[in-house]
């Protein structure tokens, strides 16, 4: 999921191709994939985006998807009605620049049987413990964060299992200019000024 505008985050760059230690994050979620027990990569893009629309589409591999850019469920809505996308789907958001593969490996695994879904979240005081932004609460769960890792499962059930990670590597999305901060130096790398 890689359409957003991005505004929060106060850069230049389009938020999937902001850099934290030297790569863009949207290509740190991407080698987490492709390490990963995932068969296929679409990316959502948007009009939002449309370096991060042409930066994707130079990648072997990744297949880009446009929808409107109206924000993570409607876009995520859009694409479950495509035929060439059928669940069960993992979905990921590009702002997670310190996700790695044995961490999607491991939704993958906890889902099983592909049947339900699953919504992936941290603890919101492990996100103010590391210093990172707590921009959305999971209702009526206040104390949980969605991460933006989710399963969209074969059934129709509209009621989705949540899943709590205490993984840094799911609770560090990156919103604001004090998250990448945080990022580049969990990644041993400061993030220089202005990036």
Known sequence: MCGGKGTRLESPHEKPLYPIAGTPMVDRVLAALR???????????????????????????????????EGYVTDLLALLERPEISPPVLTVAADLPLLEHPVVDRVLAAHGDGTGSRTVCVPAALKRRLGVSVDSRLEPDDHLAP?????????????????????????????????????????????AEGN
């Open 35 to 69: 390490e990963s027990a995932v068969e296929t990569i679409y990316a959502a893009v948007s009009a939002n985006a449309p370096e991060t629309r042409a930066h994707l589409e130079s990648v072997a591999g990744v297949r880009t998807i446009e929808t409107a850019g």
């Open 147 to 191: 991460t933006g890792v989710n399963v969209v499962g074969t059934t129709d059930d509209s009621t989705a299992m949540t899943d709590v990670s205490y993984d840094l590597r799911l609770a560090v999305n990156v919103n604001r200019l004090e998250d990448a901060r945080v990022a580049a130096e969990r990644l041993g790398s400061p993030i």
